[in-house]
Structures are given as C-alpha cells and as structure tokens.
C-alpha cells in the first residue's frame, strides 16, 4: 500500500495514524501540494481527480481518495470499527459532520492563518470561526455524557474528528470553553500508538 501523503494536511494525519494504530505497513509518497504536485496531469489522471491528498493506493494499484473513505475502507473489520449496523451508521453520521462542520471550517481557518492567507480574506476568516465554535459546542454536547462519539469506544468516528478539533487553536478558537471536547482529546491522545500531527506546513505553503 502507498499513501500519497503532505505532512501539514491533517486530512492525511487521520490516516497515518490509523494505519500505525492498526499496526500496517505502507510506503508514504511525499506530494508537495504547496508545489502544485497535487494538481499535475499524472496525478489528476491517476491518483485523484478533485487533485487533493491523501490518497491511498491499494496493493492492485487502486486509488482511493478522501480521507475519511479511507478509513472507512482501512478499519473495516478492525476495533475501530463498531460490529453493529447501528453504531456503523452513527460513525458515518459523525464523519459526515467532519467533512461540513470541521474540516472545511477549522482546517480552512488553520490553512489560511498558518500560512499567512488570512488577511486577505478577514470576513471569510470570520465567519468560518463563528461556525467552527458552534461545531465544537456540538461536539461538547455529545460528549458531555460519553467517553467517545459512537459506541463508547475509540472508533474511526473519533480520529477524523480529533485531526482538525484538537488544532483549533491554530484556527483562533480556544478549546478552554470546550471542557468535554478537551477531555476527550486527552483520551484520544492515550490510545495505544498515537502520535502528534499533522506538522507545520512547508516554507513553500507561506505566501508573503
Ligand atoms: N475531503 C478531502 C479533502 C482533501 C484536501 O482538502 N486535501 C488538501 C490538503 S488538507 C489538499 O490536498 N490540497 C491541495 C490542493 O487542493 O491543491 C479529504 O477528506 O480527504
């Protein structure tokens, strides 16, 4: 298996860390998306055609793109992923969410502040904070009671939520008003073969 992978993307640390959590063995493909590696001919044609990492490439050279299908796909089967239909669909309802309310609102946020986009779209910024603290307050709701999202478990619900929730700060959010979702980031980060990401993005990713 090969994974097409930037360091800095936190959509790609989801699947670094369940495939080291599931103890896998993979070849990880450096994409310099800052570079536009990503958006080459090659890879539009052969890897992903939104242009986007990661991507995980199957042993029979299938491409699968988009993070959290790739976890889907990796956990099948494993104790990430909970036996009952039931709590199969709630891990989708929650990773869904991920994809609207988190990825696109706090890693955008990240994205732009990290790498110095964010003054020139203030407004934007703005707004997307506003949004991703009442994602967060949504998540603090659900956790106020439980352990974890689905099943009262550690499941593949839990590592796509926590790659963009626990960098909230990198957005300008304070986790502090978020007392359940810290408790919960904690007791993610004691799982068996965590480690910290994603990493800061290239020097290249910065605009001046
Ligand atoms: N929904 C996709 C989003 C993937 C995505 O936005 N990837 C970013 C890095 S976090 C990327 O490759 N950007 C490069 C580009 O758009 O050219 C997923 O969850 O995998």
Same mark, same amino acid.
């Given at each position: 298996m090969r994974l097409f992978d930037y360091a800095g993307s936190g959509n790609a640390?989801?699947?670094?860390?369940? &495939? !080291?959590? &599931?103890?896998?063995?993979?070849?990880?493909?450096?994409?310099?998306?800052?570079?536009g590696a990503s958006r080459t001919a090659d890879f539009l044609a052969t890897k992903n055609l939104a242009g986007r990492v990661?991507? &995980?490439?199957l042993d029979d050279g299938t491409a699968l793109p988009e993070s959290n299908a790739i976890l889907w796909h990796l956990a099948r089967g494993s104790?990430?992923?909970?036996?009952?239909? &039931?709590?199969?669909?709630k891990v989708l309802q929650w990773m869904f969410f991920e994809q609207s309310e988190i990825?696109?609102?706090?890693?955008?946020?990240?994205y732009w502040i990290l790498?110095?986009?964010?003054r020139e779209r203030a407004d934007e910024l703005a707004r997307r904070i506003e949004i991703g603290r @009442?994602?967060? @307050? !949504?998540?603090?709701?659900?956790?106020e009671s439980r352990a974890f999202f689905v099943a009262e478990r550690?499941?593949?619900?839990?590592?796509?939520? %926590?790659? %963009? !929730?626990?960098? !909230?700060?990198?957005?300008?959010?304070d986790l502090?008003? %978020?007392?359940?979702?810290?408790?919960?980031?904690?007791?993610?980060?004691?799982?068996?073969?965590?480690?910290?990401?994603?990493? @800061? %993005?290239?020097?290249?990713?910065?605009?001046?």
């Open positions: 640390y989801k699947v670094r860390l369940l &495939l !080291a959590q &599931l103890e896998q063995p993979y070849e990880r493909v450096h994409v310099d998306i800052a570079a990661p991507v &995980l490439e104790r990430f992923f909970p036996e009952a239909p &039931l709590d199969q669909s990825e696109p609102i706090l890693g955008s946020a990240r790498t110095g986009r964010d @009442a994602s967060l @307050a !949504a998540m603090n709701r659900h956790l550690y499941t593949i619900a839990d590592v796509a939520l %926590y790659a %963009y !929730a626990h960098v !909230a700060g990198d957005a300008r959010i502090a008003a %978020y007392p359940a979702v810290r408790a919960w980031i904690a007791r993610v980060e004691s799982q068996p073969r965590w480690f910290a990401g994603p990493d @800061a %993005y290239g020097a290249n990713a910065r605009v001046t």
